[in-house]
T-cell receptor, first 115, second 112 residues
Framework: ETGVTQSPTHLIKTRGQQVTLRCSSQ?????VSWYQQALGQGPQFIFQ???????GRGNFPPRFSGLQFPNYSSELNVNALELDDSALYLC??????????????FGQGTRLTVV | GNSVTQMEGPVTLSEEAFLTINCTYT??????LFWYVQYPGEGLQLLLK?????DKGSNKGFEATYRKETTSFHLEKGSVQVSDSAVYFC???????????FGSGTKLNVKP
């Protein structure tokens, strides 16, 4: 167990709806990254938050947005859901963002199905 | 840019067979390299890592050596068990350190 908790574990939404996914990072970790893992694929970087500020973003449209709170927990919001947004969404927490020995701990993920 | 290519699966082996999963990378600068494992219905677990050329990462009988000359980080295990059945992901963190680049994953099936 990594100490990174994601909720909910599973979610079904209708196309066009909005969804919020949540992540509680490991104690003491100030950096949270979000990844999208489509079925049969490797995780793709969505964005990262460091001390409540966005610190890098992958190739995802603006309808993917995020937030990090003072306790370093985080939310991923997706607006105007599309069928292709169906995936496993993974949250990873780490202490600081740099250094070759940075280690990220992944949560169990939220399985989002868009119908 | 940064990218990771790993061998396609599934890989099916009998228990106690030797395992190799190939991984090659393209990166700017000097990346750190990782192997993650994903069991059915779960998130990613770090299996091993190497942070500089010629380093060998090892854990639970798995090994991988960071080969800068061949830009490779192949995963090996001398004797696999049924419990090793999972999907294995090769990944790197680039010089700016702020995100992982993952391969597409290799599914391993180990039969008794």
């Amino acid at each position: 167990e990594t100490g990174v908790t994601q909720s909910p574990t599973h979610l079904i939404k209708t196309r066009g709806q909005q969804v919020t996914l949540r992540c509680s990072s490991q104690s003491g970790h100030n950096t949270v990254s979000w990844y999208q893992q489509a079925l049969g694929q490797g995780p793709q970087f969505i964005f990262q938050y460091y001390r409540e500020e966005e610190n890098g973003r992958g190739n995802f449209p603006p309808r993917f947005s995020g937030l990090q709170f003072p306790n370093y927990s985080s939310e991923l919001n997706v607006n105007a859901l599309e069928l292709d947004d169906s995936a496993l969404y993974l949250c990873a927490s780490s202490l600081e963002i740099g250094g070759a020995n940075t280690e990220a701990f992944f949560g169990q993920g939220t399985r989002l199905t868009v119908v | 840019g940064n990218s990771v290519t790993q061998m396609e699966g599934p890989v099916t082996l009998s228990e106690e067979a030797f395992l190799t999963i190939n991984c090659t990378y393209t990166a700017t600068g000097y990346p750190s390299l990782f192997w993650y494992v994903q069991y059915p219905g779960e998130g990613l677990q770090l299996l091993l890592k190497a942070t500089k050329a010629d380093d060998k990462g090892s854990n639970k009988g798995f090994e991988a050596t960071y080969r800068k000359e061949t830009t490779s980080f192949h995963l090996e295990k001398g004797s696999v068990q049924v419990s090793d059945s999972a999907v294995y992901f090769c990944a790197l963190i680039g010089y700016n350190f702020n995100k992982f680049y993952f391969g597409s994953g290799t599914k391993l099936n180990v039969k008794p």
